[in-house]
């Protein structure tokens, strides 16, 4: 969207006013017409030839601010524990590595303020740097100063106690340090005794277990055995009861030899039924046996399971044991760095303390505040009876580096501008000054539905000396399309062209009129730059022709 554009041409700085220093005249008749000719004069000027586009604006002038930087604050202390230790997953490789902690008193900031007593600035007044500001309460001052003072001495107590406590804690991370190391060199041994014990206790479940089945095995022969025997007793007994049989009849007249077949008989009884004891007891001490074998087997199987569970456990503290003693001498630089960056703080802290007071006494110089930038005062935000404290705005002034104006263009003068090129600026209180300007920002495409048309809002800083303007002063700016610096040049109508030849019109030293070849360049379609054939200062004409019936 463009508003009231113009298209501005210039030569030099404004525009320059071709000198005219005489005017002659000819008659010529040509197809029963008179034409009269007449020259003027102009002068071969020197500087600048600029086309570019321009629209009226208003100035916008920035800002500053400055506000109460002093860091007035009371330190807070809180207690942390001065021994104590954690075991960390995250340190020294993710081990558990024991980390211990040493501690003092930690600071935090409590906000304080100082309080206006009276102010000595209004808004439009033009102060300087040094000027007063504002006089604070002598009260409020100097219960800051005391709570300061205080936090000097708080603070170096501090690190003095944590001077003597850490003694004692640099003794517990060495003998952390000596722990470690000395585990590491016990480790195999401890590892290698552990898997013997686990296997002393396999071998001794396997024993009894081989124990109980050879038993077993024995057992099993012997009833084998006691069968065989059975089935021979039971075969005597057989035989010797059919021999009693036989003589039963005769027992009477043979008496002896059936008390033999008799006591044969009952001989092979008490056989067979020994053999069949025997074989009962075998048998039931079998199933014994077999009862004791599950357990014995269970024993085992456990044993074995404890070796390998309990083997992994014992590589798992080997493997443990050993890293923490390869890093021990790590693990105690970090437990002594520790110790040192908490004293370096503790002592940071009373240096901080130190540096706040000193800052105090040298900000705060007769319980005045003092302006540090020169300016305008567009706002005062404070009154009698306000708080002080860090970041307070105290004045805002108005900022002379940051005078800006701004343009829209369309779309194609957008696209003709250079823009990292100068800006010439003009305004209406001082329209003999060109001011210069550089685009220090360029808005997104926007489109005007009344217009249909594209155009860009262009920010333009002004550079140089602007103590002479104000907000809202109206100007023009021009951005520059084109521009040809420091060069010769000459009225465009003051050139004659025939082809391909370009030549002006100049007196001999006698006052003939002759012609003289130049070279043109850029034109900005009222001067043309001649890069040969004239100088600065050189006089040429300017042709007139009026015709005359």
Known sequence: MEKNKK???????????????????????KNGQTSEVTYRETTVEYGNLTVGITEDSTVNIGTVS??????????????????SSTSQNDSMGGMGMQMFSFGGDTYTSQSQEMVIDSVHITVGQEIQAGDVLYTLTEDSVEEIRTQLEEDVEDTLADYQALTVEQQQSYLTAKQG??????????????YNKKLQDLQDK?????????EKQNQVNENLEKLVELQEELTSAKKDLKDAEAAVSENHDNRYNDPYYYTVYLNTRDMAQTIVDEIEDDIESLTDENETLLTEIGEATRSWNEACRNLESEKLTAQQTLETDQYYASVSSEWYSIQTTSLDNEKQSAYASYESAVKKLDEFNSYIVGNDVIAEDSGVVTEVPLEEGDGVTRNTSLVTLYDASDVTMEITVSEDGYKAIDQDGEVNITYTAYPDVVYSGIISEVSDAAYDSSSGEVYYTITVTVQGDVSGLYEGMTGDVTCVTKETKEVTYVSNRAIFRDGTRSYVKVRDENGSIVEKDVTTGFSDGVNVEITEGLSQGDTVLIESKVSES
């Open 66 to 83: 400055q506000t109460f930087d002093l860091d007035i604050s009371a330190l807070v202390s809180s207690d942390s524990s001065s021994s």
């Open 177 to 190: 340090y000596d722990t470690y190391v000395t585990n590491g060199s016990l480790a195999e041994l401890t």
């Open 202 to 210: 396999v071998d001794e479940a396997a024993d009894t277990l081989e």
């Open 7 to 29: 298209i501005w041409i210039g030569a030099g700085c404004s525009i320059a006013i071709l000198g005219i220093a005489a005017t002659t005249g000819v008659l010529i008749w």
